[in-house]
């Protein structure tokens, strides 16, 4: 059974900083790409970093460009979402993603989904 677990997210005041991670189980992590999504109230879910299965290539939406850093460890089957300098429109439900290209964003690119984490910016 595949688990995706994240962990990491709660409130922050804008400008700061959180470290999510999803820890996976179930599956052969270093086989499968990477993505983190988030979803904000009355919204749809959308991508925001990819990474590929040894770490070597990433991909990230521009609004969080320059922020964010996607990373992961094979050894540990984690991957890791680093938010700096946090903005209040980044408040959403952080979401990791088990799929087979690092770069793609639409949600069916992906097999597995973890239940997600609460990420709160205020202002």
């Known amino acids: 059974q595949v688990q995706l677990v994240e962990s990491g997210g709660g409130l922050v005041q804008a400008g700061g900083s959180l470290r999510l991670s999803c820890a996976a189980s179930?599956?052969?992590?270093?086989?499968?790409?990477m993505g983190w999504f988030r979803q904000a109230p009355g919204k749809e879910r959308e991508f925001v970093a990819g990474?590929?299965?040894?770490?070597?290539?990433?991909e990230y939406v521009d609004s969080v460009k320059g922020r964010f850093t996607i990373s992961r460890d094979n050894t540990k089957n984690t991957v890791s979402l680093q938010l700096n300098s946090l903005k209040p429109e980044d408040t959403a439900v952080y979401y990791c993603?088990?799929?087979?290209?690092?770069?793609?964003?639409?949600?069916?690119?992906?097999?597995?989904w973890g239940q997600g984490t609460q990420v709160t910016v205020s202002s």
């Open positions: 179930g599956l052969t992590f270093s086989n499968y790409a």
């Open positions: 990474i590929s299965w040894n770490g070597g290539r990433t």
């Open positions: 993603a088990a799929g087979s290209y690092y770069y793609r964003r639409g949600l069916n690119d992906y097999d597995y």
